[in-house]
């Protein structure tokens, strides 16, 4: 009975050994590159973890430098978190403070900048859709509105379609084209909620064109008034 037992257990451990030989170095590589993956991944949470804090504490600094009208402490800092840690949100978030400050200063092409920097360097799209809303913003204050309507035709997030559309509408009357405006604010009036505070303001610009927001984008429009058109 031993004997046959022990039969039993060699011809197992030949197998065994067989089996090994043939997909030894393929298990060990497979078990090494998991592990490997691990570890990877777990240093990539301890640096992103980390990355997260010291960015926060620089955004701090941004943000108290902003409130107490340092200037010069607040343009390095936010050079610091852009540069250091410009993946972050809180590095978008400074750029979109800093872009509001520069305005505030009178210093609009370093405010334009900064939203620049947000949609070229953000991986969010939300953040990108509000950097070309706000930069479309001040390229028509500077009357720039070629600039202002590559921007505007982007493609954005379904989200940020209706403000998207009434800032075009904004920039097809100062370029007087009213029946473009009317389509762009009806797109606009259309897509928001119906209880959206915002829809008012839509609902007065077609109002002043004489539109029915609820009217076709394909209908003609009615001809606007002179002094609307103006």
Do not use: C
Not at 6 to 31: A, C, M, P, S, Y
Not at 115 to 123: E, G, H, K, N
Not at 170 to 198: H, V
Request: glycine share 4%.
């Amino acid at each position: 009975m031993a004997t046959h037992l022990d039969l039993e257990e060699q011809e197992q451990l030949d197998e065994l050994k067989h089996f090994w030989k043939r997909w030894g170095n393929l298990i060990t590589w497979l078990v090494i590159g998991i592990l490997s993956s691990y570890a990877g991944w777990m240093g990539w949470q301890a640096w992103a973890s980390k990355q997260s804090a010291q960015s926060a504490a620089l955004f701090d600094t941004v943000e108290r430098a902003a409130v107490s009208g340092d200037l010069a402490l607040f343009e390095r800092s936010v050079g610091d978190i852009k540069s250091k840690f410009g993946s972050t949100t809180y590095a978008h978030q400074a750029a979109f403070l800093a872009s509001r400050i520069f305005q505030e200063k009178s210093r609009p092409k370093e405010a334009k900048e900064q939203l620049q920097w947000v949609i070229d360097q953000a991986s969010d799209e939300g953040y990108q859709a509000l950097a070309r809303l706000r930069l479309s913003s001040l390229l028509i204050e500077d009357k720039e509105f070629d600039a202002a309507r590559k921007l505007l035709t982007a493609k954005t997030p379904s989200a940020f379609e209706p403000l998207t559309a009434d800032r075009l509408g904004d920039l097809e009357m100062l370029t007087n084209q009213p029946a473009q405006a009317i389509k762009q604010y009806q797109l606009a009036w259309k897509a928001m909620e119906p209880n959206a505070q915002y829809r008012r303001l839509i609902a007065f610009k077609l109002a002043a064109l004489g539109a029915d927001p609820e009217a076709s984008n394909n209908a003609p429009a009615s001809k606007p008034t002179q002094d609307a058109s103006q």
